[in-house]
């Protein structure tokens, strides 16, 4: 099954509540051969409404954090945990994750990038470990048992409020560029 199958499959989703109150899936979007691949939360509002991830002010940042880092968002993939926007943009709940992990697991099957970014505590608790904390584990590579390189980093939403994250996102990217480039190097 290719990403645009399981995008289309998906359209019709009612695993979780999230699915009443949505006006678009947030599937993915990006190169699906990528290298890097981006996971965040979930859908906010532009996001629901325009059916793309990270196209609102966090995306915004985003785009800029990944162009200081000489890459554009055509380049990678992003995708959320939860496909569907939660009401007030709350954290998704612990079941409303667990409906939508087995897709997010299938995205990074099929896209099989060598490095992971987790953007936030709730990517690196559905992912890693519910005992998880971004303030203890970002900056700090983790591999997964298929050899993927994963490393955690602050959320851009978590950014915009609060700007003194913006030096360690940014050291984390740098930790992130500099994998990019030795894979790349060696491919």
Known sequence: MSLEQMAKDMQNCTRCGLANGRTNLVFGVGNPKATLMIIGEGPGQDEDKQGLPFVGRAGQLLDRILAAIDLTREEVYIANVVKCRPPNNRVPTREEAKACLPYLYRQIELVQAKIIVLLGNTALQNL??????????????????SGIKIIASFHPA???????KR???WEDFQMVREEYRRLMSNS
Not at 129 to 140: C, E, H, L, V
Not at 158 to 164: G, I, S, T, Y
């Open 158 to 164: 978590a950014v915009l409020r609060d700007p003194q």
């Open 167 to 169: 030096r360690p996102v």
């Open 128 to 145: 890693i470990s519910p005992a998880a904390t971004i303030t203890r584990t970002r900056g700090q590579w983790l591999e997964s048992k």
